[in-house]
């Protein structure tokens, strides 16, 4: 009875945990999503820093996708696969409605990878700010952090 009573209490916890890492990628986007609204300039300006990319292709970028919160998501996954904008973008567009982690198994993200987990936690941050750490995915072989048009 106590196997059972624990077995119950496992997958509870568990239950729990797996609902909010996905309330935790969709607090992240939501909060992206309402701070573009409130200043789009500081938005796009923002994301152009953060990911070194020029502002009209991030204008570009944010009017190809359905929120603001996916042109971080497309940046943000490109820096992460090391992959053009471009190519994030277009896959996004034939995956629509499918989610984030059917886009990033499209890109070749494995489930289980930490890349998945963080993704699924929504373990981003939006500073406006380049990750010194993080190489940007723009090709060009810059050296990381350097590079960056402020």
Not at 111 to 129: I, M, N, Q, W, Y
Request: aromatic share 8%; proline share 3%.
């Amino acid at each position: 009875m106590k196997k059972t009573a624990l077995a119950v209490v496992v997958l509870f916890l568990i239950t729990c945990f797996a609902g909010l890492a996905h309330a935790d990628l969709a607090s992240f986007l939501s909060e992206l999503n309402a701070q573009a609204q409130e200043d789009p300039n500081g938005y796009s300006e923002k994301l152009g820093n953060q990911f070194g990319v020029a502002l009209q292709q991030v204008r570009d970028i944010i009017n190809a996708v359905d929120y603001p919160a996916d042109a971080f998501m497309v940046l943000q996954l490109g820096q992460m696969i090391n992959k053009q904008p471009a190519t994030v973008l277009e896959t996004y567009k034939s995956n629509q409605g499918k989610g984030w982690g059917v886009i990033a198994q499209e890109l070749g993200i494995k489930p289980g990878s930490a890349e998945f987990h963080a993704l699924k936690r929504g373990d981003f941050s939006f500073t406006g700010v380049p990750d010194e750490d993080a190489d940007t995915g723009q090709g060009k072989g810059k050296d990381k952090g350097k590079g960056h048009n402020k």
